[in-house]
């Protein structure tokens, strides 16, 4: 059975807040999303058009600040359907995938202070993430009267805790590892 493509749902979800073109939609998701999402712009172009084509979304042209033309999209009644319709039905299993776990799975092939270093690697690029969804989280915090606030705070909540438990397996896997004859 093929994958069903959730790119779809992350351009509604992002359209029935407000409207965006093709690169608003790429900023949001690094911006908001990407500490459980990512897409590319490779997707997210033809996607629109998909999306436009089956009436989910309306396109109009606007001039830009610097007078080029900009496309905006927008979501449609059908669309902003699609999406409840999505968001109501029950989620299948999440799977996430790990490069730096596939290499550790076979690090016995390589020395044992590089796999330390790559650990050491892995705990700074998620000692980073704590440090950026925190500042993201002191301005959230401060605005959850707002109702998509609640929910995407959240999400941010939900990031932080599985960075931080991150960083806390690489201690965890770097010690064992110091202590540990090969």
């Not at 039905?89 to 799975?105: A, C």
């Not at 690489?170 to 064992?176: C, I, Q």
Request: hydrophobic share 35%.
């Amino acid at each position: 059975m093929p994958k069903e493509n959730r790119t779809k749902y992350v351009i509604l979800g992002l359209l029935n807040h407000e409207d965006l073109t093709g690169y608003d939609i790429k900023k949001q998701v690094e911006n908001n999303l990407s500490n459980f999402w990512d897409i590319s712009y490779g997707q997210i172009y033809p996607e629109l058009k998909k999306l436009e084509n089956y009436k989910f979304i309306s396109c109009r042209i606007d001039n830009s600040e610097n007078g080029s033309l900009k496309k905006i999209y927008s979501i449609t009644e059908t669309g902003r359907t699609e999406l409840i319709s999505w968001l109501e039905s029950s989620t299948r299993d999440e799977r996430i995938k790990f490069e730096f776990l596939l290499k550790l799975y076979f690090s016995a092939e390589i020395k044992k202070d590089i796999t330390i270093k790559n650990i050491d690697d892995f705990i700074d690029r998620h000692s980073n993430k704590i440090k950026l969804y925190e500042k993201f989280d002191s301005n959230l915090s401060a605005a959850l009267d707002n109702k998509d606030h609640k929910y995407r705070y959240l999400t941010l909540l939900f990031g932080i805790y599985m960075e931080e438990a991150f960083v806390k397996w690489g201690n965890e896997a770097k010690t064992f590892l110091e202590n540990v004859d090969d």
